[in-house]
């Protein structure tokens, strides 16, 4: 099979319909073979009907039904293990993006060889204050965190090998950084393409403001697990260690002035009236606690099943 498309929606009755017949029209166009991949993601108004309507006719059509509303992430990761086509197309059910983007990316996955393509919704019909300015702030940091020079790491349109959506794993709210997840895996071939954009037809925005403040907590969460999640002792190891040791100096410290001031007749006080003492002694219970925070991550790490999980491209 050439191409699954994938489309997980919420409430997205009017579009469904429209934005089947014209996947429909460009795969007959091309001549490819493929299957859509529907995730309803608990939805409440009527889109489960009209999916169930498009299978009875259409043996190309598969759909997965949540009993409740997930996320965005939970639901590609069952499309993801359910799709068989060489290349894998995602993208979102509000017609904002266009099925005339996928010959392209197509191409692009099977004859230039790249892993992932990802949209670049460089002209956006979305608000400026609330959508397009702070995506542009979220995909700085995400270009400078993770070192992938992506305009739009957010752009629900996709292209990926087979291979790359059967080694990564979305949870939470993790759909944001697959391109990072798709790198951690080993599948650094990543290109970004310019895409339409166009205005939402029917209905409204199911993500709120939220979703900046988690994506900002989701990077960061990724960033420590890519770099620290096999070897946690290197990171609270080393942080308890220092802090253990200033604190102990800064208690040396405070100890020696009090000897000084008595050797040499000055007004001195109890070594227990003075805050630096309080303080270095919070610096060395803080660095004890992060040192053994470190040791258990690491017996915990020592003793996953993933611990020696590595993929191997290919072996003889």
Not at 20 to 43: A, C, H, L, P, T
Not at 267 to 286: G, H
Request: hydrophobic share 40%; charged share 25%; aromatic share 14%.
């Amino acid at each position: 099979m050439d191409i699954s498309v994938i489309i997980p929606f919420y409430n997205e009755e009017e579009s469904l319909g429209e934005l089947y017949q014209w996947i429909k029209r460009v795969m007959d166009e091309n001549g490819y073979s493929y299957e859509i991949i529907f995730v309803d993601d608990g939805s409440t108004d009527g889109s489960w009907n009209i999916v169930t309507e498009l299978k009875a006719t259409a043996e190309q059509v598969h759909a997965i039904k949540f009993r409740r509303n997930y996320g965005k992430s939970p639901a590609l990761h069952c499309a993801f293990q359910k799709a068989e086509g060489d290349v894998v197309i995602t993208m979102d059910a509000d017609l904002q993006d266009s099925p005339e983007e996928i010959p392209e990316l197509y191409r692009m996955i099977k004859e230039e060889g790249y892993d992932l393509v990802s949209g670049w919704k460089k002209k956006r019909y979305d608000a400026l204050l609330t959508k397009n300015l702070p995506s542009k702030l979220f995909n700085a940091t995400a270009r400078c965190v993770s070192g992938i020079k992506l305009h739009d790491f957010n752009c629900g349109l996709k292209a990926y090998r087979k291979d790359v959506v059967k080694n990564i794993e979305l949870y939470n709210e993790m759909h944001r950084y697959i391109p990072i997840l798709a790198k951690s895996a080993g599948f650094t071939k990543i290109a970004e393409k310019p895409v339409h954009h166009q205005p939402r037809k029917y209905g409204k925005s199911k993500f709120g403001a939220s979703r900046f403040f988690n994506g900002y907590l989701d990077l960061m969460t990724l960033w420590f697990l890519n770099r620290f999640g096999k070897k946690p002792m290197h990171f609270f190891g080393i942080l308890g260690t220092l802090m253990f040791f200033i604190g102990f100096v800064a208690v040396i410290v405070v100890g020696a002035t009090k000897l000084y001031d008595m050797h040499h007749g000055n007004p001195y006080r109890l070594v227990t009236e003075s805050p630096y003492f309080y303080i270095s002694l919070t610096m060395m219970i803080l660095g004890t606690m992060l040192f053994l925070g470190g040791f258990l991550g690491e017996l915990i790490s020592r003793n996953s099943p993933e611990r020696n999980y590595y993929r191997i491209e290919e072996e003889f």
